[in-house]
Structure formats: C-alpha cells, structure tokens
C-alpha cells in the first residue's frame, strides 16, 4: 500500500464536473484538490504539488491553456501531467492542447472512466488492491446451467 495517495487537483468552473470526477477518484483512492478557476488552480498546483491535474480549457479569468503554459514554464511545476477535458472542441484542439503543454486531452462530454484511465495512465493506480474480477456472461451462463 502507498504511504499517501497521489494527489489529483481537478480545475473545472464546472461544480458537477468537479462532483463526479472527485466522487470516482477518491472512491479509487486518490486524494483530490479542486480548483474553480486558472488562477486558483496555479496557486494551489504551487501550493500542493499535485501529481497530476485535470484542466478544462473555459475557465473564469485565465482559460486552461494559460494556466497550462505558467505552470510548464516554471521549475517548480513543470513536471506535473495536465489532462485537458474540456467541452470546448473543434478539429485540431487534441493538438493545440498538447502545444500548449497538456499531456493528455479529453473531450466532454465523456465517460468519467475514461478520465480515471488517463490519470491511472499518467500516474498509476492510487492503491495496490487487486480489483475484484468480472465474471463474464457466458461464465456467468454455464455456472447457472450446471446449478
């Protein structure tokens, strides 16, 4: 088991976006900070050192790329793997995304478990638990008939 888990932060204006995707990291066992903003999300990236951020791209007073560029452009931070999931799209965004320094984008509206995948992907898997194994149908069929 990890000493602490990694320390998602989650930049989204959106509170139900930052409600489902916090309810599904913690559940998987990461910790989670959220941020409503650009400039919130800079502060406490500086302040907390997240192992990974979640950025949208629409946000209140400086818009994810932005935010994304400041925090690639510093030492303290660079490091750190930004997801961009935004509902903002159009042919080419992924690319721009990653030009402005994102490491992975997302585009909503999306399965919140492809969300959880790019960060396990980016990060590993919050625990060590071994996931319960799914029984497949036709498993499940045959079971049921020798019963």
């Known amino acids: 088991m990890l000493d602490h888990p990694p320390l998602v932060l989650i930049v989204d204006d959106d509170e139900d ?18 941020a409503a903003s ?3 999300g800079l502060r406490l990236a500086v ?3 997240p192992a990974l951020i979640i950025m949208d791209y629409l946000l209140p007073g400086m818009n994810g790329w932005e935010a994304t560029r ?3 452009a510093s030492a303290g931070t660079s490091w750190i793997p930004v997801i961009n999931v935004t509902a903002y ?3 080419g965004i992924a690319d721009d995304a990653r030009a402005s320094g994102c490491d992975d984008f997302i585009a909503k509206p999306c399965d919140p478990f492809d969300v959880l995948s790019a960060v396990a992907r980016q990060v590993g898997a919050a625990t060590t638990r071994t996931p319960t194994p799914r029984r497949s149908a036709s498993l499940a ?3 049921s008939a020798v019963a």
């Open 17 to 34: 976006s930052r409600y489902v995707y916090t309810r599904l990291l913690t559940h998987r066992g990461y910790a989670v900070a959220e």
């Open 38 to 40: 650009g400039v919130e």
């Open 47 to 49: 302040d907390s050192a």
């Open 70 to 72: 400041h925090l690639k």
């Open 89 to 91: 799209t159009y042919d």
């Open 141 to 143: 069929s045959d079971e």
